[in-house]
């Protein structure tokens, strides 16, 4: 058995509100999944080194070679939302801010970019601390106190 990416874009879509990837999932199943899999590439890119499964997979069939568990679909998914995060922050729409004779809406642009970027960064502290405590959780701490420090696939 293994898992379909869809596994994951379902988690990461429970933790986030985009109107846009709502209306391209509506319009387009496969367009929506090959869109989300530029993000799921980059959370395993992250993750791999600290997982305790293999995330080798196939972008054909959209499979992953094993069958994850609900703890490494979780952080793959939320690995995701920093990555999307950081897509929103990076919009240059956001960033050009319009001339306007409202001051109400020059400063509502800036502090939308702002929080933003605030929140991406509480994300990606998030993620790294996740990180660490998945790392000490896997890690075979009876090798170590026999003097074996690197165990291959952890």
Known sequence: MTTAYSIIFDSFMSKIKDWRLDALFVSSVANFEIYLTGFLKSAIILFDK?????????????L????????????LAQL???????KETQDVRQMSLKI?????????????????????????ERNNQ???DYNYETTDW????????YVSGG
């Open 142 to 149: 009876d090798s170590w106190l026999d003097g074996t420090f």
């Open 50 to 62: 600290y997982s305790d499964q293999d995330l080798s997979r196939n972008d054909t069939s959209r």
């Open 80 to 86: 995701m939302v920093q990555f999307w995060l950081e």
């Open 130 to 132: 996740a990180l660490v």
């Open 100 to 124: 306007t004779d409202k001051d109400f809406k020059h400063y509502s642009e800036a502090m939308n970019l702002k929080e933003k970027s605030n929140r991406w960064s509480e994300i990606v």
């Open 64 to 75: 992953f070679t094993e069958t994850l568990t609900e703890k490494n679909i979780a952080m």
